[in-house]
């Protein structure tokens, strides 16, 4: 270690982890006002916090599916984080989020964009309330690894893009914040895929029902629909989709 350098904490970790999930995988750099910002929160250069990211690039294995390297010198707590995130998506995403609201002085639900009002009180209201925190990072994670794009229509305007689940929420509760069970996608086409109309195979492939391909040709299924069969999705930079969760929809959700 260089004379006048800190040794990286826990808790920065977390926070740098926190970061590079929300981050489009282009955008991991020293000029970003997002790195910037949380170096000035923890009081690192922005250029140390860009290469923490980095660091952390190199431990993900979507990434080294791609030939993607990242740097080679993450440290033996870079890898500790890293697993403890990749490998329980329901509790450390929570305890980044807490972490980052008590760094910046605000509470949690303001930094999700949690809106209490509806929300019942006591055990109850903290469960929702991780919940929420959870679905929005979640969602934040999706769309970053997809650049903000729809997977089916390339599609870039965030506000009409949904982080979809492959495997249903309610059906597979160990993988609800699990990032290779999410796809970037409109609203139109999460609801198509969501009952079954059209599917996407584990070669990234987009896939119409036959409930919609044997009506009567119009102007808006052609649209929306037909112009799509057998064409890729677009794909994330990072945290490909699952094959084994396509392989369930195909099998059990695809309406054929």
Known sequence: ???????????????????????????????????????????????????KLVN??????????????????ASRLDKVIWDEFYNNWEDLPFES?????????????????????????????????????????FRHLILASYNYTCCITGLNQSDLLIAGHIKPWSEDKKNRLNPRNGIAINALHDKAFENGLITITPEYKIKVSNVLL????????????????DK???LPSRFLPDSEFLKYHNEFRFQR
Not at 17 to 41: A, D, E, M, T, W
Request: charged content about 30%.
């Open 232 to 234: 890729e999705i677009f």
């Open 1 to 51: 270690m260089k004379k006048g350098q800190r040794l990286w904490t826990r808790d920065e970790l977390i926070l740098a982890i926190n970061l590079y999930c929300k981050l489009p995988f282009g955008k991991l750099h020293r000029h970003n006002p997002q790195v910037i910002n949380l170096s000035v929160l923890i009081n690192r250069t922005p250029s140390s916090i860009a290469y």
């Open 97 to 137: 989020e807490k972490l980052l609201a008590k760094i910046e002085n605000k509470p949690i639900e303001n930094i999700s964009k949690i809106d209490l009002k509806d929300l019942p009180e006591g055990k109850s209201k903290e469960k929702m309330i991780k919940i929420r925190v959870n679905q929005s990072f």
């Open 56 to 73: 952390f690039a190199s431990l993900d294995p979507s990434l080294k599916a791609k030939g993607i390297k990242g740097a080679y010198n």
């Open 214 to 229: 044997k009506q009567k040709k119009t102007e808006i299924l052609e649209k929306y629909f037909f112009q799509y069969q």
